[in-house]
T-cell receptor, first 115, second 113 residues
């Protein structure tokens, strides 16, 4: 039973355009959401996060949107650059009440930025 | 700052052998996580420690897997005996506090023949 789903295994975007990566989750008790980026032969690298009390967080070219009613998270990258080509994972952290400090990861979306 | 350091980067061994993966977390981080990444199951948490104490090992697949954290700067994940289905990339991550993101090492690619 997947608690976090990234339904698009891959995405191809033209350089300079906007990349939109999506993530759906099942449990309304999740309270903290993150995006990680992963290059081949490296570990995931933290990119940006958002807590459940917000609906948007921006950091440079990266913006994360949270729609709690739809249980949907998205990452916008604009403008997209060739160096953004990587696998992107969304991750969620269950609330403290559930006694968990661990992250649950989606399956990842491979983003390719075409020159 | 040195990141999370894992060794070895690659390990190839025969079925039945004991395998030990090592991790040095970032200094000052008091939580450590072991993950396994496979094509079928993605990135899944095996076990995590807070202040060197195992908190949740519900992700450890079976008794062949064990993890220890004898001190704040070192952890091991051991598989004994190893099986071909254990082949995967194993990541270690550490975190300073619950409200901080986890920082990952570059992983150990394990192949069991």
């Amino acid at each position: 039973d997947q608690q976090v789903k990234q339904n698009s295994p891959s995405l191809s975007v033209q350089e300079g355009r906007i990349s939109i990566l999506n993530c759906d989750y099942t449990n309304s008790m999740f309270d903290y959401f993150l995006w990680y980026k992963k290059y081949p032969a490296e570990g995931p690298t933290f990119l940006i996060s958002i807590s459940s009390i917000k609906d948007k967080n921006e950091d440079g070219r990266f913006t994360v949107f949270l729609n709690k009613s739809a249980k949907h998270l998205s990452l916008h990258i604009v403008p997209s650059q060739p160096g953004d080509s990587a696998v992107y994972f969304c991750a969620v952290k269950p609330g403290v009440i559930q006694g968990a400090q661990k992250l649950v990861f989606g399956q990842g979306t491979r983003l390719t930025i075409n020159p | 700052d040195a990141g999370v350091i894992q060794s070895p980067r690659h390990e190839v061994t025969e079925m039945g052998q004991e395998v030990t993966l090592r991790c040095k977390p970032i200094s000052g981080h008091n939580s450590l996580f072991w993950y396994r990444q496979t094509m079928m199951r993605g990135l899944e948490l095996l076990i995590y420690f807070n202040n060197n104490v195992p908190i949740d090992d519900s992700g450890m697949p079976e008794d062949r897997f064990s993890a220890k954290m004898p001190n704040a700067s070192f952890s091991t994940l051991k598989i004994q005996p190893s099986e071909p289905r254990d082949s995967a990339v194993y990541f270690c991550a550490s975190r300073r506090s619950p409200n901080q993101p986890q920082h990952f090492g570059d992983g150990t690619r394990l192949s069991i023949l």
